[in-house]
């Protein structure tokens, strides 16, 4: 089945230092979304990427999206203790209907 | 306007009671999405539903899981008989037009079976 490999699984960062957090597709993605959970909370969504080769920046993140569209990555600038939680990358299921396959998502900690 | 909102935000069941979990979608919302996390793990697909219907259910158990979305009030994910493995957070999300848009999740509800 569809299946999105998200690496690394932890990284904990000193403040100030940088963070990125990658998937990978078997399969060619129409799409990739990111979303942002932190700690007891509820999945926020970031950004959604769409054209191969796409690069989106918001404020301190960047989001690649790869030319073949089978991989994407998140990139922060200078972490802050604010960008503690869990990054999840996310595909739409094969049928369209906005259903979701999340990757296992990489849990960022921020040390000040 | 209001986010998706779900209650009960925690819900303690003893092993074999039911769980009813509600979910109201973001105003205009007709479309309705389920999804499990289990601790330390990513989030896993249930069910959709639109208003009436159960459009895709591929990822519910085939028992004691069911779930509705009347043509009235909240959509319900019901747990009959629950066990100890199903202790996790369940999400409810909704979208505008069901297909590559973002999803908006609702806070959880947190089941713990004792």
């Known amino acids: 089945g569809q299946q999105v490999m998200q690496i690394p699984q932890y990284q904990h960062v000193q403040e100030g230092e940088d963070f990125t957090t990658y998937c990978n597709s078997s399969t060619t993605l129409s799409n990739i979304q990111w979303y942002k959970q932190r700690p007891g909370g509820h999945p926020v969504f970031l950004i959604q990427l769409v054209k191969s080769g796409e690069v989106k920046k918001q404020k301190r993140l960047t989001f690649q999206f790869g030319e073949a569209k089978k991989n994407s990555s998140l990139h922060i600038t200078a972490t802050q203790t604010t960008d503690v939680g869990t990054y999840f990358c996310a595909q739409e299921g094969s049928s369209n209907t906005g259903k979701l396959i999340f990757g296992q998502g990489t849990t960022l900690q921020v040390k000040p | 306007n209001a986010g998706v909102m779900q209650n009960p935000r925690h819900l303690v069941r003893r092993r074999g009671q039911e769980a009813r979990l509600r979910c109201s979608p973001m105003?205009?919302?007709?479309?309705v999405y389920w999804y499990r996390q289990l601790p330390e793990e990513g989030l896993k697909f249930m069910v959709y539903l639109q208003k009436e219907n159960i459009i895709d259910e591929s990822g519910m158990p085939k028992e004691r899981f069911s779930a509705e979305f009347p043509k009235e009030g909240p959509s319900i994910l019901r747990i009959q008989q629950v066990v100890r493995g199903d202790s996790a957070a369940y999400f409810c999300?909704?979208?505008?037009?069901?297909?590559?848009?973002?999803?908006?999740f609702g806070q959880g509800t947190r089941l713990t079976v004792v």
């Open positions: 105003k205009g919302h007709s479309h």
């Open positions: 999300a909704s979208s505008l037009t069901g297909g590559e848009t973002e999803a908006f």
